[in-house]
């Protein structure tokens, strides 16, 4: 008999380490359970029946008494009992039940089994014990995969998971799919977009096969800070074996979103390192008409031009009406988690006002503090989380719209249209960044408050809103070259406290109300977009509820609607327009309802994210 065949199984274990795993019995088996039955002078006992049953087999398979199979697995012989085998594995229940002929085989052998590692996973059996470590649990999950024993194989998962490193988890995320195991595959594919800066710079990363390096790069979900970070990870690999890795390039750099590079970095890197190549041409081309067509953007749309959801920012809900005295705080929404955090608070409690973003700066204007109409501007720092005031309007104003025209660090802010407490206003007024100055401009052709306002192509739009009459229709568009307002194609439907976003080459009216703001009916639910080279609007999918007081933003390419006011409650639904699908799906709700917030998007400096 050779060595392996006189091996007796080792005697268990009083004492397990912490890199074990112990299932136990049943509560209700290991206590004691007395209980009448019909007769009441009969008691039934069971008290530790099961742990005995089960010691007293493990000690027939330690004395190889009993036994009715032995598996063979290299060279070496493991008797133990078929019941056993097949009460913890589907594998060996199936065979054993079935009609296969090893059912009645009293000899099983296991080709391409470790027989150390079947040895454990049978005397686990036994025992409900396993010793895990980082050398032994890839072979040890694959085994248990094979014979389906899922307690093993999952306790295997959990120990891996908790060994996710920025050095090794490429390779468990390939281990992992390789054995089906697709909950941890889940786990270290998050793992590895949510460290990617620090991955790319091991071995693992070098190594990628170019199918993996190709699955790697089409995840919207890598954390980086910059589309750079990409482009230069790719490079990195294709000269770590430039040799066979240089004709792959093309087809990889098709998965690198050029078009948000900057056009400096397209010139001086992108077209330095990919000029001799033919089949990359059109891709930098492609985003060189990015940058020097903005007007034709729509029609350049693609996955190159949809950025990375760790690139896109911050949403900031600001203040608003919250059922309550009005809110002044802030929540913040983060597109990696959909989920909402609580942020900081304005300076003071504000309704009804505007909000600009620039420079890293946070510019919140006007609005009313609930009993009077504020001219007031004040500055949030996202840097240093500090506030400051800024010089005040010349007019005081709430329910109006506020837009920055332009995208230079100092571009012009515009305070457009409102209510100074006593009428409706047309007047227009202008932040200069430089002179730090508000100056009167043109005014509108007709007064209008709660309108909507948002630049697009290096003009002003303000869209419907009231006039202290009825919601209007009315569009007007500003021209800052020759300081004149024009009349615009009107909406379909009249809007007074409508939410106007600007994307993609288009204006998107969101929601409002046709009858008095103070009455129940009369939300809208309808969105309708705007198109400037034809001065038309069409109408598009509608929002789960008709409302008004929505607060809308672009994140990234996506207009996100959020919160809002449906005549009986504030909401705190928010949702997010897929403009290729015309569809609306819903985000993370806001903590609490509100109405009327100002909505804005903000970088994720390191600092503050």
Not at 235 to 251: F, G, I, P, Q, Y
């Amino acid at each position: 008999m050779s060595n392996c065949e006189s091996q007796k199984p080792e005697a268990a274990k009083d004492n397990v380490s912490t890199n074990s795993i112990d299932e136990g019995l049943p509560r209700e088996l290991s206590q004691l359970s007395l209980s009448s039955g019909s007769n009441p002078d009969e008691y039934h006992f069971n008290k530790g029946h099961s742990e005995s049953t089960m010691k007293n087999i493990y000690g027939y398979y330690q004395s190889q008494k009993l036994c009715d199979v032995t598996l063979i697995a290299g060279g070496c012989r493991i008797p133990a009992h078929k019941v056993v085998l097949a009460s913890c594995s589907e594998y060996f229940a199936a065979m054993f039940t079935g009609s296969l002929r090893e059912a009645q085989s009293s000899e099983i052998t296991l080709e391409r089994v470790d027989s150390q590692t079947l040895r454990s996973l049978v005397q686990y059996c036994y025992t409900g014990i396993i010793e895990l470590s980082e050398d032994t649990v890839e072979i040890l999950l694959s085994t248990a995969s094979l014979l389906q024993l899922h307690s093993v194989t999952k306790a295997c998962c959990d120990f891996l998971e908790k060994q996710l490193d920025p050095c090794n988890c490429l390779g468990i995320a390939l281990f992992a799919e390789q054995q089906s195991c697709m909950s941890l595959h889940k786990s270290a594919v998050d793992y590895i977009q949510q460290h990617f800066m620090q991955v790319v710079k091991h071995q693992e990363f070098l190594s990628l096969q170019t199918e993996q390096m190709s699955e790697l790069l089409k995840s919207d979900d890598l954390n980086v800070e910059t589309e750079e970070t990409v482009f230069e990870s790719l490079m990195t690999w294709v000269k770590h074996d430039n040799a066979n890795r240089d004709k792959n390039l093309s087809e990889l750099l098709k998965l690198v979103k050029l078009p948000l590079l900057s056009s400096e970095y397209l010139i001086d890197k992108v077209e330095q390192v990919c000029c001799d190549i033919p089949e990359c041409q059109p891709l930098i081309m492609e985003a060189v008409k990015w940058h020097l067509l903005p007007e034709r953007r729509s029609l350049l749309f693609s996955h190159r031009t949809r950025p990375r959801t760790s690139t896109i920012g911050r949403l900031l809900a600001i203040g608003g009406m919250d059922g309550y005295k009005g809110a002044s705080n802030m929540e913040m929404y983060d597109p990696r988690t959909n989920s909402w955090t609580p942020f900081m608070r304005m300076g003071a409690r504000r309704l009804q006002f505007g909000v600009a973003v620039m420079q890293n700066k946070l510019i919140v204007v006007g609005g009313r503090d609930g009993l009077k109409t504020l001219n007031t501007v004040e500055c949030f720092d996202l840097t240093s989380l500090s506030w400051s005031t800024l010089a005040p309007m010349n007019t005081h104003r709430h329910g109006l719209g506020v837009a920055v025209l332009g995208a230079g660090a100092n571009s012009p802010i515009y305070a457009v249209g409102g209510h100074d407490g006593w009428i409706y206003l047309n007047s227009v007024e202008r932040w200069d960044a430089c002179s730090r100055t508000w100056t009167i401009v043109s005014p509108m052709a007709g007064a209008r408050s709660t309108c909507g306002v948002a630049s697009l192509r290096g003009r002003l739009y303000a869209v419907g809103g009231r006039d202290g009459g009825a919601c209007l229709r009315s569009v007007e568009c500003y021209d800052p070259a020759t300081n004149h307002w024009t009349n615009c194609a009107p909406m379909t439907r009249r809007r007074g406290g409508v939410s106007v976003c600007a994307a993609n080459g288009y204006l998107y009216a969101l929601g409002g109300h046709e009858a008095p703001a103070n009455t129940v009916g009369g939300r809208l639910a309808c969105v309708e977009r705007y198109d400037p080279a034809n001065d038309s609007w069409v109408l598009l999918a509608r929002l789960s509820y008709g409302r008004d007081a929505i607060g809308s933003c672009l994140l990234g390419d996506r207009i996100v609607a959020v919160g809002g006011y449906d005549g009986v409650q504030y909401l705190c639904v928010v949702e997010v327009y897929d403009s290729e699908s015309n569809t609306w799906r819903k985000l993370a709700p806001l903590s609490t309802g509100r109405a009327g917030a100002a909505v804005v998007s903000v970088p994720p400096p390191r600092n503050l994210f």
